[in-house]
């Protein structure tokens, strides 16, 4: 499968716990992207990696919230000391830029629940 | 005003009939237009980019751009059950990576 990958892709974790979301790209694919989506919202940008470069963070993102992708391929996020209003789910997208050209493919998402 | 504004719906359209999807934007900047299709429960799936003016047909799916009135549109022929989902209308504006979304637009497929 050459898809977008997230792991896990469910996790319910208490208040106050720490998580982390792992995603791999689509393997040629040069930027990533983290977004979170909940019921009935369009998704919301969290923030964009090119390469291993994180170019843009969402003004959104507390500073719980925290991404990294080493080597320029798969990228994790982690959100510390978990609150309630954290539940929803997690997408990453990764795509390629050719001739002003971009097309962003989603993984399957991971669903937060913080109970 | 929201960014990037769709009818939520839901909107009922019968079987083999053709659906008619409509979406506008604020950002006269605006450069790339995206259709996604949503299942419940599951991730945004890319079905149609279109960057110009005009019409841009993919088998049963034409999205259309209006850069003038700044809305994009999607229209689907020969509806299928299957293709009842959310779409969601998505926006890049120039020099900007990030997507700009619509909250979507609930489809419904009668058979």
């Known amino acids: 499968d050459t898809g977008v990958s997230q792991n896990p892709r469910h996790k319910i974790t208490k208040r106050g716990q720490n998580v982390t979301f792992r995603c791999d790209p689509i393997?040629?694919?040069?930027?990533l992207y983290w977004y979170r989506q909940t019921l009935g919202q369009g998704p919301e940008f969290l923030t964009y990696?090119?390469?291993?470069?994180?170019?843009?963070k969402s003004r959104l993102l507390s500073d719980r919230f925290s991404a990294e992708r080493p080597k320029g391929s798969f990228s994790t996020l982690e959100i510390q000391r978990t609150e309630q209003g954290d539940s929803a789910m997690y997408l990453c997208?990764?795509?390629?830029?050719?001739?002003?050209?971009?097309?962003?493919?989603f993984g399957q998402g991971t669903r937060l629940t913080v109970v | 005003q929201k960014e990037v504004e769709q009818n939520s719906g839901p909107l009922s359209v019968p079987e083999g009939a053709i659906a008619s999807l409509n979406c506008t934007y604020s950002?006269?900047?605006?450069?790339?237009f995206f259709w996604y299709r949503q299942y419940s429960g599951k991730s945004p799936e890319l079905i149609m980019s279109?960057?110009s003016n005009g019409d841009k047909e993919d088998g049963r799916f034409t999205a259309q751009l209006n850069k003038a009135s700044q809305y994009v549109s999607l229209l689907i022929r020969d509806s299928q059950p299957s293709d009842s989902a959310t779409y969601l209308c998505?926006?890049?504006?120039?020099?900007?990576?990030?997507?700009?979304w619509g909250a979507g637009t609930k489809l419904i497929i009668k058979p």
């Open positions: 279109i960057y």
């Open positions: 990696f090119q390469n291993e470069a994180q170019l843009e």
């Open positions: 998505a926006v890049r504006m120039y020099g900007n990576y990030q997507l700009i």
């Open positions: 950002d006269r900047g605006s450069q790339s």
């Open positions: 997208a990764s795509s390629y830029t050719e001739q002003g050209i971009t097309e962003a493919f």
């Open positions: 393997s040629e694919h040069n930027r």
